[in-house]
């Protein structure tokens, strides 16, 4: 027995694992027990020594001291204030008024405020409930399809995984040894192009179907002008101005950063983009201010309303993450400053209260102490498992895999898209990625060998976020079907304004709807596992690469030289002193050379 424990220790501890989840505790209390189970076995069986335990107390305390989490209840506390002071409810209004003439407005308007809440909330039960609330009984008042209704506000709802400053990001980040700006960086460009995806769908719904996603009925825009205008005139002039501004700033922002900070490396693309935002935003709002108290009629209400109810979470967003790109903040300095400026626009609006601020607090530590239980559990688990050289044996089994490192990355996201389904994004972070990462490490940079290896992480936990995204969606255990289910008319009823009779929605119609989008979204997985650049395009270059034979050539050279007009004292010419610190640095290319 005490051999067959020693050479199965590993896949009993997945089993023990196993076992113990199926008696419904907690996650993070079946990780912790297996853990210490496993390990005191294993010091009975004379695997590990009778001493291995006494370094884990300095590992939990190390979890509370990873500054890096702190992001998590910040971003979490920013989100909360932003989604229960209303504005939500004022986005989706007011966008649905800016696209509602077209066919398939609606639908428009709800994937860009899910864009825009998944940058601000970051949470996706949030999002989805949110718009489930708002935009679906709208959306069936005026006809729309049902799966396509539903499906546009479930996939919306998703977002929050993958764009900036998403929660998964962060946690991937902490596990996968990364920075945060780094993930952010590397997760703009593929959650951007997403939302671009859902937008040509629509379009494309809206050409071939167009009665499925009908535009808003004239009676319905309540943002008119007195003579009947739409306004959307005075909000284009508005745009193409600010627009203009914003692009004016890409084209002077890396000669002025660098004037301002000495930073003399380009600046990435996604930096100049989210900066030239912020200056269009201001510049936006600014104009909008200054329209209304000087009382000129320059812009109309449709554009006045935009201005106020779009720009100051869009500053929000790009101050944020401006910030955390420029490197004038850390991940948590910038989600500090975000639940700052959550207060302050809650505050604005009138709606920060006692109650919303115990509500938010209350949410934000139930969900932080839910990480470091988690966190904990997990930290447990694997001291056990990497003291059994766990990730030998994992390495060995992925060796195995046709396919080599492309064989691998296709089975971890079958692995992680079937996970994400029944557990959730933390859970898998802190249990499935631990393991996987070591592998990951090794074998990935084969498929990127132009790619630095702390890109090739970047890379890996970019496609892991965006695979999460789409289990959410996946039925019958999607996350995001069941949170959208919950607010959905499960009974007929009538309608508010029209009082015509809305059928029920019912569980299949939700399911049909994701379909399409989940189609759309393993597009993109492949196009982010097909082309890195994705990812990488939005990072820092790790600048010239540099020719080691050179360099070593080039000091032995200076070496046997010496330097001209030494100064009295200096080490003759091909001597050097002890002190000199050329000399290390010359002993330690030679050793490198051996």
Not at 109 to 131: K, W
Not at 227 to 238: D, F, R, Y
Not at 338 to 350: D, E, K, P, Q
Request: with cysteine; aromatic share 10%.
């Amino acid at each position: 027995m005490t051999a067959f424990i020693a050479q199965n220790f590993v896949p009993l501890m997945f089993a023990g694992l196993f076992c113990f989840l199926l008696t419904g505790i907690p996650v993070a209390f079946g990780l912790a027990a297996t853990g210490l189970f496993m390990g005191f076995i294993g010091m009975e069986v004379g695997l590990f020594p009778s001493n291995m335990f006494s370094a884990l107390p300095l590992r939990v305390f190390g979890i509370m001291q990873n500054d890096t989490l702190l992001a998590i209840p910040f971003f979490t506390f920013m989100g909360i204030i932003l989604e229960r002071s209303g504005m939500a409810e004022d986005l989706l209004e007011t966008v649905g008024q800016v696209f509602g003439p077209l066919r398939g407005g609606l639908a428009v308007a709800v994937i860009l405020v899910g864009a825009l809440l998944a940058a601000t909330t970051g949470v996706v039960a949030a999002a989805v409930i949110s718009m489930g609330l708002i935009s679906l009984p709208i959306m069936l008042r005026y006809g729309y399809n049902r799966t396509i209704a539903t499906g546009t506000i479930t996939a919306s709802g998703t977002l929050a995984q993958a764009i900036p400053p998403s929660l998964v990001l962060i946690v991937l980040a902490d596990q996968l040894g990364r920075s945060v700006g780094d993930m952010y960086a590397g997760a703009l460009v593929p959650g951007l192009m997403l939302v671009g995806v859902y937008l040509l769908f629509v379009a494309a719904v809206a050409i071939v179907k167009p009665a499925w996603v009908p535009a808003l009925p004239a009676e319905a825009r309540i943002y008119r002008e007195s003579n009947g205008a739409s306004g959307h005139k005075s909000l284009l002039v508005l745009f193409l101005i600010c627009g203009a501004a914003g692009w004016a700033w890409s084209q002077v922002h890396s000669q002025m950063i660098s004037a301002w900070t000495g930073r003399t490396t380009p600046a990435a693309a996604d930096e100049i983009f989210i900066l030239s935002m912020t200056v269009a935003s201001l510049l936006a709002l600014v104009l909008a201010i200054a329209d209304r108290v000087l009382k000129a009629g320059l812009l109309s209400r449709l554009a006045q309303q935009v201005t106020f109810v779009l720009i100051p979470p869009l500053v929000l967003i790009f101050l944020v993450l401006g910030t955390i790109f420029l490197g004038v903040a850390t991940p948590t300095e910038g989600g500090a400053m975000g639940a700052v400026g959550a207060l302050i626009m809650a505050s604005a609006r009138r709606q920060l209260s006692m109650k919303l601020m115990k509500q938010a607090l209350d949410s934000t530590a139930k969900l932080a102490t839910f990480v470091i239980f988690i966190l904990i559990g997990s930290t447990v688990f694997s001291f056990t498992f990497n003291a059994a050289d766990g990730h030998i044996w994992v390495e060995h089994l992925f060796d195995k895999l046709p396919g080599g490192a492309m064989g691998f990355l296709i089975v971890v996201n079958i692995l992680v898209f079937i996970l994400g389904m029944f557990i959730d994004f933390f859970e898998i972070a802190f249990i499935v990625i631990p393991i996987l990462a070591p592998v990951a490490e090794k074998i990935l940079p084969e498929l990127v060998p132009g790619m630095a290896p702390q890109m090739v992480m970047v890379w890996f936990g970019v496609i892991i976020a965006m695979n999460l995204q789409t289990s959410f969606l996946t039925p019958p255990f999607g996350f995001a079907l069941f949170y959208l289910r919950s607010v959905a008319a499960k009974e007929d009823y009538n309608d508010r304004i029209t009082k015509e009779r809305i059928p029920a929605v019912t569980t299949t119609q939700i399911y049909k709807g994701s379909i399409a989008f989940i189609v759309l979204q393993v597009i993109m997985v492949a196009a982010v596992v097909a082309f890195p650049s994705l990812v990488a395009g939005g990072l820092e270059s790790e600048g010239p690469a540099i020719d080691a034979d050179a360099a070593f050539e080039q000091l032995q050279a200076d070496d046997l030289k010496g330097e001209p007009g030494a100064a009295p004292g200096a080490s003759a010419p091909g001597g050097q002193n002890e002190d000199d610190p050329m000399k290390g640095l010359l002993d330690a290319v030679k050793e490198e050379k051996k």
